[in-house]
């Protein structure tokens, strides 16, 4: 009986052994998940530049995307978001630098990469000699898209999109509409979306912030540019402010408004003095009154908090200012 | 290849390619049947040709006052405009435009966001308007064949028609490739139709003055036509092998050229 569980013990013991070893092989098949496991990264950018000629596209971007995150990138027109993505789609051409996603190299591997990516451009046309059923379609078949034509129809029904009018005669916002859905159509891991709610009316605004939501419940990583700032604080947890081609900031977006910056405005008994106030920290110094002063602080509260409590003052109010501030602040 | 992509090309540029093969059909078969008259009014027309100057004749395409009437000459010198500039002016727009219209268009976001690697699309678009070029002078050459047994005064040799053809086709194909080439190279993204167009005819007018300057001509074999021998009533006439090993390697290696240039170009936007 001994000897027999003994036995029975060893073979065990090799089946284990042999389970492990045939996961082994089976995650070293499937390339793309063992990275997965060995990186949460889904994007990650090194040192990326692009330039055109002389011309500034971007300098020295680096940033990285976690998985199943939504990520914000913020900034004005012509500050480099576009070019960032178009560089990451391999649309364009990196001058120097690198990026991956998946953990692939967004050059070698853009096929790849694109196979379970979806994209919405800023500013992109469709074929004119379609309509949107066709136009669709096509741009599904190409995910081996046989099952897409129940989510083709789901998301029309949403977006309130007529699918069988012609492309030349859809506007703006229709047109981005059609640009939407054939994102969503396919079950895509990372969704990129290049100023998607560009002629889009609030209604429907709304309505694809909630699907972008429910994609982002299902563990869809979502890399969402916008200039508008009031969407990406309602929807993104991270978020990264281009300026000039350069990322000036990364981070979370209540870090941004919480630990980091404060909007202090400080009503003094008398005329405001401004040495005494002479601090580390304190930018976009302004004077709104002989006796009130507002400014951005990113100093050492307690240190603030000693400096004013020698003057005389009537009244302070130290607050999260909103994002549109904090950008502005780092546009200064 | 992409079968989705060159299926919806297909169907893209099928409308321009029918209206391109009944123009040239028509305008063979028209100038063809001309021909009974040019024989009933032989006279009179040596009088009027002899009035035209030698230079106005072969731009025409006539290398020979006695071409006009024999129905193999007839046909050779109306092949040089018809299928060898139109249809090379065809080959070389189609070709440019099928790659740069996704760019002018801004439609090459949306289509190289798909999973299809550059390479692909470069070898689909140019597969796609190869077989259009081949199908235009099928249907070229079957017209042609049957206006010339419809329209013929005697019999005439195929093999230096066959040759005809065959050299025609590639003339056409290596516009093409040239075409290609113009479309990996650009670096706006907008129409190049009226350039090839000029480029084709300025390639044109260096043949029609090489073929004026007689042996002094030789600055014409700068131009894909001078290639192509289009002396088809001369009894050595046949397909030499320098002609379409010249040919096939420039065509190949354009090609080769354009998909590399193709593969490593930002889109223009």
């Known amino acids: 009986m001994l000897n027999w569980s003994s036995r029975a013990d060893c073979n065990l013991q090799s089946l284990i052994w042999f389970q492990r070893v045939f996961k082994v092989f089976l995650e070293s098949l499937n390339t793309g998940s063992e990275i997965m496991t060995v990186s949460e990264n889904i994007i990650e950018i090194k040192h990326l530049s692009k330039y055109y000629g002389h011309a500034r596209g971007v300098e020295d971007v680096s940033l990285s995307v976690k998985q199943g995150e939504f990520f914000g990138f913020i900034g004005p027109n012509g500050a480099g978001k576009s070019t960032t993505i178009r560089i990451l789609l391999n649309l364009i051409f990196p001058t120097s630098g690198s990026a991956k996603i998946f953990g692939l190299d967004i050059v070698k591997d853009s096929k790849q990469i694109r196979s379970r990516l979806a994209y919405v451009p800023s500013d992109a046309n469709l074929y004119d000699t379609m309509r949107v059923h066709e136009f669709l379609r096509f741009g599904a078949a190409f995910y081996g898209g046989n099952k897409s034509e129940d989510r083709i129809r789901e998301l029309a029904g949403l977006m309130e999109l007529d699918l069988d009018r012609r492309i030349p005669e859809l506007s703006t916002g229709n047109k981005k509409k059609v640009n939407i859905i054939q994102a969503l159509v396919h079950h895509a891991d990372l969704l990129v979306l290049d100023e998607p709610t560009t002629g889009l009316d609030p209604l429907i605004q709304s309505r694809l912030f909630n699907l972008l939501a429910e994609e982002n419940k299902r563990g869809v990583t979502i890399f969402f540019s916008s200039h508008v700032l009031s969407e990406v604080q309602a929807l993104c947890r991270r978020v990264a402010i281009v300026k000039d081609g350069r990322i000036i900031k990364s981070d979370e977006i209540t870090a941004l408004r919480d630990k980091q910056l404060k909007k202090v405005r400080v009503l003094f008994s008398d005329e405001s003095p401004r040495q005494e106030l002479n601090i580390k920290g304190i930018e976009s110094f302004q004077a709104e009154s002989a006796k009130s002063i507002v400014f951005m602080f990113s100093g050492d509260i307690n240190e603030l908090i000693q400096r004013l409590s020698v003057l005389r003052i009537e009244n302070l109010s130290i607050e999260e200012p909103p994002l549109e501030e904090i950008f502005l602040h780092y546009y200064r | ?269």
């Open chain 2, 1 to 269: 290849m992409n079968r989705i992509l060159f299926h919806m090309e297909f169907r893209r540029n099928a409308r321009s390619l029918i209206l391109w093969s009944v123009i040239i059909c028509a305008l063979i078969f028209f100038t063809m049947s001309l021909f009974r008259s040019v024989l009933e009014y032989q006279q009179q027309i040596m009088g009027m040709v002899k009035l035209v100057p030698m230079a106005a004749m072969k731009a025409r395409g006539f290398g020979n006052i006695n071409d006009i009437f024999s129905g193999l000459g007839f046909y050779a010198a109306n092949n040089i405009v018809y299928m060898m500039l139109l249809g090379s002016i065809y080959s070389m727009v189609l070709t440019s435009n099928i790659l740069l219209k996704e760019e002018y268009n801004k439609t090459a976001e949306f289509l190289m966001s798909r999973p299809i690697s550059r390479g692909e699309i470069f070898a689909t678009k140019s597969a796609l308007a190869f077989l259009n070029v081949v199908f235009l002078n099928i249907i070229a050459c079957l017209v042609s064949f049957i206006s010339l047994e419809v329209f013929k005064s005697g019999d005439f040799r195929i093999q230096p028609f066959m040759v005809l053809t065959l050299y025609t086709f590639l003339l056409n194909l290596l516009f093409g490739a040239l075409g290609l080439l113009v479309a990996g190279l650009i670096r706006r993204a907008r129409p190049v139709t009226f350039f090839c167009v000029g480029l084709v005819l300025v390639l044109y007018f260096l043949f029609t003055i090489s073929r004026l300057s007689g042996v002094k001509g030789y600055f014409g074999y700068v131009s894909p036509f001078k290639w192509v021998n289009v002396e088809v009533l001369n009894p050595s006439y046949s397909a030499e092998f320098w002609r379409i090993f010249l040919f096939l390697a420039l065509t190949f290696l354009l090609v080769l050229l354009s998909g590399f240039l193709y593969r490593k170009k930002d889109i223009l936007t």
